[in-house]
């Protein structure tokens, strides 16, 4: 059981728009930042979010994130089937002393 | 450009040890934090260690006593000692490189070495 908790799968058509929910507590999320990861099993997961809502270079503005309170959340927008991937959101817990992963969410573009 | 490969992982026996190597290109080890992720069959992420510049560490629970986090500067090498190993620890194992002044998000990852624990 996971700290952070995300909804384990989401599904819209190519072209839409989804939105991953993250929620945690005020020992991470409410004082810390917010990461995002898209990782297919198997290979090397890939940031898109860093500091709640910044993009590293190369990541397209389809992507963005947002933080309120102790809840965050991932947008994506023209939804392409190559973005099918499992996103992870990640923080530092203040109590645990620990990085701290959501459970993950998998996308399906139908 | 910034790359990591990690080696070392394979198939040991219960109670074993292994070292993990992450090779790093592009960028200085010690001047980064730099963490060891796993995910295990079927599983999500899971965070393992993180080594900060300072060589400050920090380790899951579920490892600490058992698991080490070191560095090679000479070689720019991260390196994970796993120590009595158990079929838990059975994951692929990622390292990945720090980014911003947060000390937990990672911009940069491995493709990953896999471990099993079995008899």
């Known amino acids: 059981q996971s700290v952070l908790t995300q909804p384990p799968s989401v599904s819209a058509a190519p072209g839409q728009k989804v939105t991953i929910s993250c929620s945690g507590s005020s020992s991470n999320i409410g004082n810390n930042y917010v990461s995002w990861y898209q990782h297919l099993p198997g290979t090397a997961p890939k940031l898109l979010i860093y500091e709640n809502n910044k993009r590293p270079s190369g990541i397209p503005d389809r992507f963005s994130g947002s933080k309120s309170g102790t809840s965050a959340t991932l947008g994506i927008t023209g939804l392409q089937t190559g973005d099918e991937a499992n996103y992870y959101c990640g923080t530092w817990d203040s109590s645990l002393s620990a990085v701290i992963f959501g459970g993950g969410t998998k996308l399906t573009v139908l | 450009e910034v790359q990591l490969v990690e080696s070392g992982g394979g198939l040991i026996q219960p109670g074993g040890s292994l070292r993990l190597s992450c090779a790093a290109s592009g960028f200085t080890v010690s001047s980064n934090y730099m963490t060891w992720v796993r995910q295990a069959p079927g599983k999500g992420l899971e965070w393992v260690s993180v080594?900060?510049?300072?060589?400050?560490?920090y380790y899951a629970d579920s490892v600490r006593g058992r698991f080490t986090v070191s560095r090679d500067n000479s070689k720019n090498t991260l390196y994970l000692h796993m120590n009595n190993l158990r079929a838990e620890d059975t994951a692929l194992y990622y390292c990945?490189?720090?980014?911003?002044?947060?000390?937990?998000?990672?911009?940069?990852w491995g493709q990953g070495t896999l471990v099993t624990v079995s008899s």
């Open positions: 080594i900060y510049s300072s060589a400050s560490t």
């Open positions: 990945a490189r720090g980014t911003g002044s947060s000390g937990y998000e990672f911009d940069y």
